[in-house]
């Protein structure tokens, strides 16, 4: 995808002169991507086997036989996916988990994973990892980029630490994962964010007998009733796709409910506005930062104004105040680590982790008396991920209310004053504080 300025791709002990797409495939060489590079219209079955797809009579399509190779080939490897599911009905989980077996349906021999568990639950994280591990034995070669050290550590060899675009260092299997993350961050990382917790204030957020439908028409929010208290943040624990994407949606204003109330500030917004939303104190950092949080052909800095272009401090007259917006800008971008740090940069060119900051920076700029924050320190390194979630810590300390919708049940478990386990679309099951360990909270939200 990207032709090197110097250096050397040996593949099996031969050089490679241009590495292309199509090359990389015949040579078994198979890749795994952060953002799903799926047909949204098509079929998971359609997609795994997407340009060497079963034929009848050899002309005609096999969809019956693909479906079956597809549901058998995710058996075997423990991810779990509908055949027939059209993609861009999917939740973001098991979009990753067709990617990955898109990768193996072509009987790759050189594996190339990036972040593949970011979007996966824990009950789904271990089946992925031993079905790497099974590859390994099996003979092939697997590279697993990651920045969760737990994850690495269970199944790696060896690692390779990379930091700033080069290679400063490795570790055998066995190492030690602080002094693996000092590599990786060039000082001791620090410490997870601690909170003050003190006792909470009045209700911002309250979801009543809230019902959803998602895409596809069915209810995926049955009945789900929720609050959130100043200076609180609530964590909502689930396998995903079972009723989260629905329940930012209807608390954003991206979806409108079929049932149920919601209410913001004691005002009922159930048919309110996103605008109108943010005017009353929401910020939100969504799930899918391409396609809800970013417009990718615009500048890094038009991507900050986004929501507030209209504020008095930002324009006069409907006329930007541009100095003023660069001037913020910067401090911003100083703040969160965005690089490169150039206001004119296209948003669709900085790297996941930085399209992640940039989102995050412009959200938690307005100072939300409400922050909605799904999946927010995906696709950031071991720093940076503590940096966000110490963020988030000190926006529920300032007062805040924090609805927090995560994938990584560490990171629920590590920040959240209470719990609340979502399966199938209904909420069942609130952990107050002290929470339970991860393994029991883990058993309900796959009904164990």
């Not at 994850?151 to 490795?170: C, F, H, P, Q």
């Not at 669709?348 to 939300?368: F, I, Y």
Request: hydrophobic share 45%; proline share 5%; net charge positive.
């Amino acid at each position: 995808l990207v032709r090197p300025d110097s250096g050397q791709i040996l593949v099996r002990g031969s050089g490679i002169r241009r590495m292309t797409p199509r090359l990389a495939m015949s040579l078994g060489i198979g890749m795994v991507h952060q953002h799903t590079a799926l047909v949204e219209r098509a079929t998971a079955a359609e997609n795994v086997f997407l340009g060497h797809e079963p034929r009848r009579l050899g002309l005609l399509l096999d969809r019956r036989a693909a479906a079956s190779m597809t549901a058998g080939l995710a058996a075997s490897y423990g991810l779990e996916v509908d055949p027939g599911a059209v993609v861009e009905d999917m939740p973001v989980g098991a979009r990753q988990r067709v990617e990955i077996l898109k990768a193996l349906a072509r009987g790759a021999e050189i594996l190339v994973l990036d972040e593949p568990t970011a979007v996966l639950a824990p009950s789904e994280v271990r089946p992925l990892l031993e079905a790497l591990k099974r590859l390994a034995s099996g003979g092939k070669a697997v590279i697993l980029i990651s920045h969760k050290l737990d994850e690495v550590s269970a199944v790696a060899d060896r690692i390779t630490v990379m930091r700033a675009g080069k290679t400063v260092g490795g570790f055998e299997a066995g190492a030690n994962p602080r002094e693996i993350a000092a590599l990786m961050v060039g000082r001791d990382p620090g410490v997870p964010p601690r909170r003050r917790r003190g006792p909470p204030g009045g209700e911002v957020l309250a979801a009543v007998d809230l019902r959803v439908r998602s895409r596809d028409g069915r209810e995926a929010l049955c009945g789900v009733s929720l609050a959130v208290r100043a200076g609180e943040i609530l964590g909502i624990a689930g396998v995903d796709g079972n009723g989260q994407r629905e329940l930012e949606d209807a608390v954003s204003g991206a979806a409108k409910p079929c049932g149920g109330r919601i209410l913001f500030q004691r005002r009922d917004v159930t048919r309110a506005s996103r605008a109108g939303r943010i005017r009353l104190g929401l910020a939100h950092i969504p799930q899918d930062r391409q396609s809800e949080g970013l417009a990718l052909d615009m500048s890094s800095e038009e991507n900050f104004l986004l929501g507030s272009h209209a504020n008095p401090g930002t324009s006069t007259f409907g006329i930007l105040r541009r100095s003023l917006v660069r001037r913020a800008f910067s401090e911003a971008a100083a703040e969160f680590g965005i690089s490169p740090a150039d206001p004119s940069a296209r948003a669709g060119n900085l790297s996941g982790g930085n399209q992640q900051k940039l989102v995050a920076a412009r959200e938690l700029g307005r100072k939300p008396a409400l922050l909605l924050a799904c999946n927010p320190t995906r696709g950031l390194d071991f720093a940076a991920t503590l940096s966000m979630q110490s963020r988030l810590a000190g926006e529920s300390d300032r007062g805040a209310a924090v609805l927090l919708i995560s994938s990584d049940l560490s990171e629920i478990l590590a920040l959240s004053d209470r719990v609340a386990v979502i399966r199938n679309g209904s909420i069942v099951r609130t952990f107050e504080s002290p929470l339970p360990d991860r393994e029991e909270i883990g058993q309900w939200m796959v009904g164990a």
